[in-house]
């Protein structure tokens, strides 16, 4: 399984990104799905969860109102539109997922995390 993040880059505060986050591989099904940022000499922090219906979210305080997270369980792709960008959102953003397959008629589960993609975000 391979979870690859898109969408990251350099915009000025007030701007917007949207990050993609695409599953490939042995999949039976996503839990749940997540996005994590790092700022240098920070810990991985939470950014924003769902359920894997959809329709259960957890933001972290600091980007509820800006960030909204979303999935695509047909295409197994995860989004996270970010809106009124900070400086202080600068950071890594990783894509988590908990995934699940079959092998040998046993359901196996595993979390995974993408590579990251990198959002500056300039005052």
């Known amino acids: 399984v391979q979870l690859v993040e898109s969408g990251g880059g350099l915009v000025q505060a007030g701007g917007s990104l949207r990050l993609s986050c695409a599953a490939s591989g042995s999949i039976f099904k996503i839990n749940t799905m997540g996005w994590y940022r790092q700022a240098p000499g920070t810990q991985r922090e939470l950014v924003a969860e769902?359920?894997?219906?959809?329709?259960?979210?957890n933001y972290a305080d600091s980007v509820k109102g800006r960030f909204t997270i979303s999935r695509d369980n047909a295409k197994n792709t995860l989004y996270l539109q970010m809106n009124s960008l900070k400086p202080e959102d600068t950071a890594v953003y990783y894509c988590?997922?908990?995934?699940?397959?079959?092998?040998?008629?046993?359901?196996?589960?595993?979390?995974?995390w993408g590579s990251g993609t990198l959002v500056t975000v300039s005052s």
């Open positions: 988590n997922a908990e995934v699940f397959w079959i092998s040998d008629y046993r359901k196996y589960g595993m979390s995974y």
């Open positions: 769902v359920s894997s219906g959809g329709g259960g979210t």
